[in-house]
């Protein structure tokens, strides 16, 4: 199964934007988290389909409304199995 980790920076915390990622993540079927990172960043781990990973990561560069999404450092991987769901941890 491929996953992939993303670090994205701007204006995305306190601007719904942990929701915005698990309402698009559960539109692409698409299992894993998101969490708020200390130094203002979000961080999104999601487990799927290459097609529906890639399409989950255009929707994360436009982001919701009130969020300003600068830079979105993605990394791509190998899992073995997926996490149940897709949920805010933090």
């Not at 990622?21 to 079927?29: D, L, P, S």
């Not at 960043?41 to 994360?60: K, N, Q, R």
């Amino acid at each position: 199964m491929r996953a992939l980790h993303v670090v994205v920076t701007g204006r995305v915390q306190g601007v719904g934007f942990r929701a915005f990622v698990v309402h698009r993540a559960r539109e692409q079927a698409l299992a894993g988290w998101v969490r708020n990172r200390p130094d203002g960043s979000v961080e999104v781990e999601a487990h799927g389909s290459p097609g529906a990973l890639e399409a989950f990561v255009e929707a994360l560069r436009e982001a919701p409304r009130h969020a300003r999404v600068e830079h979105a450092a993605v990394e791509w991987f190998d899992a073995a199995e997926a996490p149940d769901g897709f949920r805010i941890t933090g």
